[in-house]
């Protein structure tokens, strides 16, 4: 399967742990993104790399969600000190760096915070 | 921040007719895709337009980028049941820096 790949696919954690979720893009893609996707809404960007360069975090949704892709390979999502309303799915999509690109999604990670 | 309105919220349909959908945005988009996306799953890319009036075709799926860049529909005909699913529409203009920009999505549901 050459596809996006996203682990785990699910998560079940208590308010206040660390979770950490990674996505595998397409291995020619150089761009990865995270978006993340609440009950009844399209996805929301949250970051993305070109290659390990992090060129956008304004959107992350505070101090508290951190990425990293230290190869410009894999990539991790990071929350610390879980809420409740930090449950939700976590979808990466990697693409070809264009004018134009087209951004192809994993089957992403769905977190729930008890 | 940007927004698409998609529209309809959703559908229900008889097997074997035709669906159209669509999704306008405030600002000038330089591209438009139209992904869809079943229970647990990620959004799976259905079609990407790049060009204002662009018509393109995937089997049953026709979409259309809007000549003034500022909408696009998606049209399904003949459907079938296993075209049940949200279908998203994304977009990216010049502020969006790569990221998408997407509707809130368009849930069919087809009675056999």
């Known amino acids: 399967d050459t596809g996006v790949s996203q682990n785990p696919r699910h998560k079940i954690t208590k308010r206040g742990q660390n979770v950490t979720f990674r996505c595998d893009p397409i291995?020619?893609?150089?761009?990865l993104y995270w978006y993340r996707q609440t009950l009844g809404q399209g996805p929301e960007f949250l970051t993305y790399f070109q290659n390990e360069a992090q060129l956008e975090k304004s959107r992350l949704l505070s101090d508290r969600f951190s990425a990293e892709r230290p190869k410009g390979s894999f990539s991790t999502l990071e929350i610390q000190r879980t809420e409740q309303g930090d449950s939700a799915m976590y979808l990466c999509?990697?693409?070809?760096?264009?004018?134009?690109?087209?951004?192809?999604f994993g089957p992403g990670t769905r977190l729930l915070v008890l | 921040g940007q927004q698409l309105n998609q529209s309809p919220q959703s559908m229900f349909i008889q097997e074997g007719e035709d669906v159209s959908m669509n999704c306008t945005s405030s600002s000038i988009f330089n591209t438009w895709l139209w992904y869809k996306q079943d229970p647990g799953e990620g959004p799976v890319l259905l079609i990407a337009?790049?060009?204002?009036?662009e018509l393109t075709s995937n089997g049953r799926l026709t979409a259309q980028f809007g000549i003034t860049r500022k909408d696009s529909f998606l049209n399904i005909s003949a459907s079938i049941p296993s075209d049940v699913g949200i279908y998203f529409c994304?977009?990216?203009?010049?502020?969006?820096?790569?990221?998408?920009?997407f509707g809130k999505g368009t849930k069919l549901s087809v009675k056999p």
């Open positions: 291995s020619e893609h150089n761009r």
């Open positions: 337009l790049y060009k204002a009036g």
């Open positions: 994304a977009g990216q203009y010049g502020g969006s820096q790569g990221n998408l920009i």
């Open positions: 999509a990697s693409s070809l760096a264009a004018v134009q690109e087209t951004q192809y």
